[in-house]
């Protein structure tokens, strides 16, 4: 069983950066794709970066498009999503989830198609 534990979220003005991670436990790690999603109140779940097993391979909604980063350190079990120029509709409860995958540079956008999520990491951006 995969255990998923983001940190790094908090309030931060517009213009600023947050670093999140992502933690995982048992399982491969590299055999994972990876992804980040996004969730606001009254809102669908929404994915705004991933990644393939490999981490050569990394896709992004084009409203984070520029912004955001994801990278994954397969050494030390964990993906992380850089965010730069944050702005207050970034708003919202992040998770991060993993699905084992056999192919090294396919990422998985739906978020139904995951196997393992964290428990989310709340980000703030005030208005």
């Known amino acids: 069983q995969v255990q998923l534990v983001e940190s790094g979220g908090g309030l931060v003005q517009a213009g600023g950066s947050l670093r999140l991670s992502c933690a995982a436990s048992?399982?491969?790690?590299?055999?994972?794709?990876l992804g980040w999603f996004r969730q606001a109140p009254g809102e669908e779940r929404k994915n705004v970066a991933r990644?393939?097993?490999?981490?050569?391979?990394?896709i992004y909604a084009d409203s984070v498009k520029g912004r955001f980063t994801i990278s994954r350190d397969n050494a030390k079990n964990t993906v992380y999503l850089q965010m730069d120029s944050l702005k207050p509709e970034d708003t919202a409860h992040y998770y991060c989830?993993?699905?084992?995958?056999?192919?090294?540079?396919?990422?998985?956008?739906?978020?139904?198609?995951?196997?393992?999520w964290g428990q989310g990491t709340q980000v703030t951006v005030p208005s």
């Open positions: 989830a993993a699905k084992y995958s056999n192919s090294a540079d396919s990422t998985i956008r739906n978020p139904y198609e995951y196997d393992y």
């Open positions: 048992g399982g491969t790690f590299s055999t994972y794709a």
């Open positions: 990644t393939s097993r490999s981490g050569a391979t990394a």
